[in-house]
């Protein structure tokens, strides 16, 4: 497949920054793919570059890689890997090279007449079990960077374990979310509640575990606890000092931050998953929770940023046993295929994730059906998340 032409554009996605669209263009038609971007960043993230120099990477690639052909998403990451040249693909800009690498795969996709999940399954996934289905993670409620609600704790996700499909999985969600409004409405007395940038409700609360009570309140009145549980992503780096974590207004050091968790895993049957319950370089933190957890999961995001090698490490100091996979922490879709093998190698479990900004590209949908990831997490079933939902019925319904 012959690349014919490379354009670039400025987007803005759903909180209104400006990320880039990258558009390839083969014998087959025009390709095109968009990048979200993070709030809570992890700071060994592939650097994003501004549209000036995003714009510049483009021409540059353009001249690089046009009239040239290339067999496999490898082969054609390779080249882009190889212009850029640095680690952290500072150079040309982690946000452009994996638009490009996005498109590239839609194009390949195309020219193999196979859908975007069926090619990257082939390519990088060969063996994966396809009866396998991913949990959704749903975002209620916000706190952290995401919200001005008070909390700490910048995610409290509804997860739905996957049924006979996923239209009846997404109904459920959407169902919660809104039953779940409708007693914050009550509660704070008011008919509009304020939305965190996932469009979780970000209400003024003062107490860390509240929500999970809130949350648990939805699943017990339904009888979902078969279906059901309850998920935490803390990103603590955000209230770290350097020394001590701010947690509900007092001053811990990560033991007692550990009990915390510890407690909040005894007083919720339903809470089974706990992501960046540590700072990023808080190594220790993460060994000290692990062997409390028992099955439920210690979730590596920040701490890991979808880099096989950190990955890898991660796992064998026993601090982790499940890993979030975002592609634009890495740069590139084979970059974030390795990660994905590397965790699934490595027995974690996976859970592929959207970011706080995002756009209308639903790629992640793709990769987390060809990799039998184990859990999606897609925000809230509201709004511009939609697209993902939608995508998740979609793609498994093929
Ligand atoms: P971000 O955060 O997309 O704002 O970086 C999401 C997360 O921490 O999972
Ligand atoms: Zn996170």
Redesign the pocket.
């Known amino acids: 497949m012959i690349i014919k032409d490379l354009s670039i554009w400025k987007i803005f996605d759903s909180r209104g920054e400006e990320t880039v669209e990258c558009e390839i263009l083969t014998e087959k038609g025009v390709f095109r793919a968009s990048v979200p971007s993070?709030?809570?960043?992890g700071k060994r993230e592939a650097v994003s570059v501004d549209f000036a120099r995003a714009k510049k990477s483009a021409a540059e690639l353009k001249k690089l890689l046009v009239g040239r052909e290339f067999s496999s998403v490898r082969e054609f990451d390779k080249a882009l890997l190889d212009a850029d040249g640095t680690d952290d693909k500072s150079r040309l800009g982690g946000n452009v090279l994996l638009g490009y690498s996005i498109a590239f795969s839609r194009a390949r996709a195309s020219e193999r007449d196979v859908s975007l999940w069926l090619l990257l399954r082939r390519e990088f996934f060969p063996n994966a079990d396809d009866s396998r289905r991913p949990s959704i993670f749903a975002n209620l409620m916000n706190g952290g960077?995401?919200a001005d609600s008070g909390l700490d704790i910048?995610?409290y996700m509804l997860v739905v374990r996957p049924g006979k499909n996923y239209a009846d999985d997404v109904a459920l969600a959407v169902d919660v979310y809104r039953s779940l409004g409708n007693t914050l409405r009550k509660k704070f007395k008011s008919k509009v509640l304020p939305l965190g940038?996932e469009s979780g409700y970000a209400l003024p609360l003062k107490d860390n575990f509240e929500p999970i009570k809130l949350l648990e309140n939805e699943i017990s009145a339904r009888k979902l606890g078969k279906k059901c549980s309850i998920a935490l992503?803390v990103?603590a780096s955000s209230f770290f000092t350097g020394k001590a974590y701010k947690f509900g207004g007092e001053t811990l050091n990560a033991k007692e931050l550990c009990k915390r968790y510890e407690d909040y895993f005894k007083r919720s049957k339903y809470l089974c998953s706990i992501?960046?319950p540590f700072a990023e370089d808080d190594v220790d933190g993460f060994r000290m929770l692990l062997p409390k957890l028992g099955e439920k999961w210690a979730v590596g995001?920040?701490l890991t940023t979808t880099d096989a090698k950190r990955i890898r490490e991660m796992a064998a100091k026993r601090a982790i046993n499940a890993v979030?996979i975002k592609p634009n922490q890495i740069g590139t879709v084979s970059e974030a295929c390795d990660a994905l093998t590397e965790a699934k190698n490595l027995k974690l479990h996976t859970i592929v994730?959207h970011?706080?900004?995002e756009t209308e590209d639903a790629f992640i949908i793709s990769l987390a059906r060809a990799s039998s990831a184990d859990g999606v997490?897609i925000g809230a079933p509201a709004h511009e998340r939609m697209v993902k939902f939608n995508e998740l019925i979609r793609v498994y319904e093929e």
Request: aromatic share 0%; hydrophobic share 15%.
């Open positions: 993070g709030k809570s960043k960077a995401h910048q995610e940038d992503d990103a992501e960046d995001d920040d979030i994730s970011r706080s900004g997490k």
